[in-house]
């Protein structure tokens, strides 16, 4: 409990992860149209009030985080996996090779990330509508910071005894990225994880809201969002607009705690 701004990140997104698993217990069908309910307040059988359809509010979120959260999973173990293979390779090649590759990183990380998951999508002629082609296009906009924080990483791991032992026991680069390389590195790959989360569910979510992200009646906090404001029902922007705050808020908590933890010189400040 000294790193208190990390736990409280870890109790919200614990409680974001709750109310995921909201739509189990309730009693209201998100996808259950009835007029006669439409727009009603917040009352103890709605929470949230109803939107212009007349279904449930909290359901809805509920069930629009959990569709937020697969899409973000499935993006970031892309992310974190191009991410560390890229980033290795560019440090045990070294040179030339790595200088290109970095290059390329560079050059991608200088153009916004919506802007590269929107010409993924356009360029390839992916259905934006389907979870796997956002994730693919979350993914490939999202990898070059992994990379570039794997790279520094595995720079100072090569240098290490313990790996120019292996080497020179005669141990190929494939044994020690096994061995010795990819068990050293959990602690960076989970600060690029936490790093990364936030800004794939934003990333989500402004897919959602210029019609590019999952369509009704799929549920995500972006497209809920999104019909919010094209029915000019501000109460749906704010409840979905503060549920991707907490989330990326949380996020970061955790991943700065996690840093702190993982770096002696601000442990010990």
Known sequence: MRWKTAAAGVVLL???GFVAVFPAVSPWDPDDVDFDLARQRS???????????????????????RTTLLIAGGALVSILVVGFVWGTAAALAGGL????????VDGLLALPRLLIAIIVLVALKLDAATIP???????????MLTARLVRGHMLSLRSREFV???RALGAGWTHVVRRHLLPNSTGILLV???L????????????SVLGLGPQPPTSTWGNIAYDGWTSQRM?????????ITVFAVSANLVADGVADRLDPRRRRA
């Open 164 to 166: 120019k032992a292996s």
């Open 43 to 65: 009352s103890v059988a709605h929470p949230l009030g109803t939107d212009q359809f007349g279904r449930d509010l909290a359901t809805r979120i509920a069930v629009g985080g």
């Open 133 to 143: 082609a956002l994730v693919f296009a979350l993914a490939v906009a999202g990898w």
């Open 97 to 104: 090779a790595d200088s290109l590759l970095m290059r390329i």
């Open 14 to 16: 614990v409680v974001l």
């Open 235 to 243: 109460w749906e922007v704010t409840v979905a607009t503060l549920a």
């Open 196 to 207: 990364e989360l936030p800004a794939v569910v934003l990333g989500e979510a402004f897919l």
């Open 192 to 194: 690029a994880l936490l």
